[in-house]
């Protein structure tokens, strides 16, 4: 038998499969991000109180099988976890290197 999760008012059990997939399709999983990656999604999912059930990462895109409950739409989720995590790993393969957001550097050029 199933188990169902439950909110106050509802008995669910919604997953649903996402596949993420990087712009022309580069090979960009590997190596450190691939450690990396892993750990941001499975985060930023429980920020949003869903889960990632299944998870598979490929050179060129990630499949993703997720837990999301219905007080949440899939497209926010899944746009939260897109967003956050390509934050979190630019600044990752930034390596120190300083990145000024396009709103701050008009604000840097105005005060000077």
Sequence with gaps: ?????????TRWDCKYH???IPKRRKKLIFGKVRKHIGEVLHD??????SAIVEGHLMLDHIHMCIS????????????FIKGKSAIAI???LSRGRKWIPPN????????Q
């Design 1 to 9: 038998m199933k188990e169902y999760q439950s909110l106050s008012h």
């Design 18 to 20: 996402v596949v993420f």
């Design 44 to 49: 930023l999912a429980n920020q949003k109180e």
């Design 68 to 79: 999301i409950p219905p007080k949440y739409s899939v497209s926010h989720v899944v746009g």
């Design 90 to 92: 630019a600044r990752q």
């Design 104 to 111: 701050e550097m008009v604000l840097t050029d105005a005060l």
